[in-house]
C-alpha cells in the first residue's frame, strides 16, 4: 500500500461505524497520505472531531459557514479541487440519499459534489440491514454509482441494533484497498497541485491544538481498535484456512463408511384441496448437500424429499413424498435400521383438517373462509422418543431471537443429540440461498457458531459432529 503524496479527504458520518474513522485516517497517514476530515454534525456525536484533528495535524471541517475557513467563500471548491480522492466512511443513509439527489446542505455534501471528475468519490455505506436493502437506499446507491462514485459494499456480520447481517462498514484494510485501486486507475492519473489547500487558508490550519496527555489516551485507544483490527483479520484468515482444509480432505476422509443415514429435505404440502395447498420457501438444498456429502463420505444414505427441483446426488436413494403425513410415514418405517438422522425439511407445523376432495368454488363460500388446522407429528421429536442409544439424531432450528435458548430447549424437548440453528436475522442465509450461517449445539459439546460458508461446507461440519458422535 502506498499513499505517498496523495491527499484524501475522509468524510465521516453520523454512524456507529465513525469509530473506524480514526483508524482509517491513521492507516492513509501511515503510507504516505495526507489526510482532510470533514464530518456530519451527526457525526460528531460518535467520534471526537479533537481525535481526527491530533491524527491528521488539521482542523476539521463540519460546519458550512465557519468563518476560519471561508477563503473568500469557497473553501469547498479549493479544498475538494486540490485532493487526489474523496472517501466517505462511514456513509449514512441520509448522507447517500444527499449525495444521490445533490442536496447541499451540510459542509460534506458540498464538498462531496465540488468533487473535480479527475478524483474519485468512494462511499462505504454503513447502516442497518434494512435500512441499507430498502429500496430507496438501493435507488440511491445505483444513482450516485451511475454518477460516477465507487459504492464499497458494506459486509455481512454483526450489527449495532443487536442484529447481525449486511451493513457493517468493511474492514480498515478493504477500505484502504478499494482507495489505493481507486487512485491507480488510468481515469484518475493526473498531476496533483502544490498544496492541499490554498496559501492564504493554509494559515488557519497551521494552529493545531496538541494536548499530549490527551493525544496519548487517543493514540492508546487507536492502538487498541488497530490491534483488535488485526486479531480479527488473523481470526477470519485462520478461519478460511480451517474452511479450506476441511474441503480438501473431504473425498478421501470416508469419514463415515458403513453407516446408514437418514436425510429428510425440502418443504411439506399440505392440501387445502385438490389444486391448493399450505407450503414454505424451503429449497431443499440444505437436505441435498447433507446427502451428497454423507454419500462422498461413505455412508448409505436414503434421502426423503419433500417436493423440490433438485436432482438426486450421486449414490443417494431417494424416496418422494409431498405431506408431513408422508414424510413421517417414511421416516418412521425404516428409522430403527439407520445408524443416524438429520432432519433438514422444513415441515409444516399445520395441516387442514380435512382436506376438500376436488376444488373449492368461490361461489360455494362467502367472502370470509374458515380453515380449520390441526398440528402434524414432530417427526423428529418422535423419533427422539423412540431413537436406540446408538442412534444418533440431528434436527434444525429455524429461529429469529435467542438463537442459542431455544435451540438448546428444542434439543431437550425433541431429545435430539445435535440441533443446528439458522438464524433468519442472517439475510440470504436460508431457504433459497446456496449459503447458510448456522452454530452447531450439541449435548454434550461446546457451541460451535461458524461463519457463513455455502451449504456444503455447513453439510461437511455438521456431518464431521455427527461422525464424533457415532
Ligand atoms: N420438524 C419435524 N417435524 C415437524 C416439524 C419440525 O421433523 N412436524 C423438525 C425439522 O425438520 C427441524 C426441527 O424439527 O429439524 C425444528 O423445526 P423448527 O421449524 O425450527 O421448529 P418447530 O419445532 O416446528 O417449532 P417452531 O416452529 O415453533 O420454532
Redesign the pocket.
Known amino acids: 500500500m502506498n499513499f505517498s503524496g496523495k491527499r484524501i479527504i475522509l468524510g465521516v458520518c453520523g454512524s456507529i461505524a465513525a469509530y473506524k474513522a480514526p483508524l482509517l485516517a491513521r492507516e492513509i497517514i501511515k503510507y504516505g497520505g495526507e489526510v482532510r476530515v470533514v464530518m456530519t454534525r451527526a457525526a460528531t456525536k460518535f467520534v471526537a472531531p479533537l481525535t481526527l484533528q491530533n491524527l491528521t495535524k488539521a482542523p476539521i471541517i463540519i460546519e458550512m459557514f465557519d468563518s476560519s475557513i471561508q477563503s473568500g467563500g469557497s473553501w469547498h471548491i479549493h479544498l475538494a479541487r486540490e485532493c487526489d480522492a474523496m472517501i466517505i466512511a462511514p456513509t449514512s443513509a441520509a448522507t447517500l440519499s444527499r449525495i444521490a439527489t445533490g442536496l447541499c446542505d451540510t459542509a460534506l455534501i458540498t464538498t462531496a459534489l465540488s468533487l473535480p471528475q479527475s478524483a474519485p468519490l468512494l462511499l462505504a455505506p454503513a447502516m442497518d440491514s434494512e435500512m441499507w436493502l430498502h429500496p430507496a437506499t438501493q435507488r440511491n446507491a445505483a444513482q450516485v454509482q451511475s454518477d460516477g462514485a465507487i459504492v464499497i459494499s458494506p459486509s455481512d456480520g454483526d450489527l449495532a441494533s443487536g442484529f447481525s447481517g449486511i451493513g457493517r462498514l468493511p474492514d480498515i484494510d478493504v477500505l484502504l484497498a478499494a482507495l489505493s485501486e481507486a487512485l491507480n486507475l488510468p481515469k484518475y492519473q493526473y498531476k496533483t497541485p502544490e498544496t492541499f489547500i490554498s496559501d492564504d487558508s493554509e494559515n488557519r490550519f497551521a494552529e493545531t491544538s496538541t494536548r499530549p496527555l490527551q493525544e496519548t489516551i487517543e493514540n492508546d485507544k487507536l492502538n487498541a481498535e488497530l490491534a483488535f483490527v488485526e486479531i480479527k483479520r488473523e481470526y477470519s484468515a485462520a478461519q478460511a484456512e480451517r474452511a479450506h482444509k476441511t474441503k480438501n480432505t473431504t473425498i478421501e476422509a470416508d469419514f463415515l463408511k458403513g453407516k446408514k443415514i437418514i436425510i429428510?429435505a425440502g418443504p411439506t404440502y399440505e392440501k387445502i384441496d385438490d389444486v391448493r395447498f399450505i407450503g414454505n420457501f424451503s429449497s431443499g438444498k440444505m437436505g441435498f448437500a447433507l446427502a451428497e456429502v454423507a454419500s462422498n463420505a461413505g455412508a448409505n444414505v436414503t434421502l426423503i424429499a419433500g417436493p423440490v427441483q433438485l436432482s438426486t446426488p450421486q449414490g443417494v436413494r431417494r424416496i418422494d413424498v409431498t405431506s408431513?403425513a408422508e414424510?413421517?410415514a417414511a421416516v418412521s418405517y425404516q428409522f430403527s435400521q439407520y445408524d443416524c438422522a438429520v432432519?433438514?425439511?422444513?415441515?409444516?407445523?399445520f395441516t387442514p383438517v380435512n382436506p376438500t376432495i376436488g376444488k373449492i368454488k368461490k361461489e360455494s363460500i362467502s367472502n370470509e373462509f374458515d380453515l380449520r388446522l390441526e398440528?402434524?407429528?414432530?417427526?423428529?421429536?418422535?423419533?427422539g422418543k423412540c431413537k436406540a442409544a446408538h442412534q444418533i439424531i440431528?434436527?434444525?432450528?429455524?429461529?429469529s431471537e435467542n438463537e442459542i435458548n431455544?435451540g438448546r430447549k428444542?434439543l431437550a424437548?425433541?431429545n435430539?443429540d445435535l440441533?443446528?440453528i439458522?438464524s433468519v436475522n442472517k439475510h440470504g442465509s436460508v431457504f433459497q440461498s446456496d449459503e447458510n450461517t448456522i452454530t452447531i449445539i450439541s449435548q454434550s459439546k461446546p457451541d460451535r457458531p461458524l461463519p457463513r460458508m455455502s451449504k456444503k461446507e455447513c453439510a461437511m461440519e455438521i456431518l464431521r459432529s455427527i461422525a464424533e458422535l457415532l
Request: no cysteine; proline share 0%.
Open positions: 429428510t408431513a414424510m413421517y432432519f433438514a425439511a422444513a415441515v409444516a407445523d398440528q402434524t407429528r414432530d417427526i423428529l421429536a418422535e423419533m440431528a434436527g434444525f432450528a429455524l429461529e431455544n428444542k424437548a425433541k435430539a440441533i443446528i439458522n
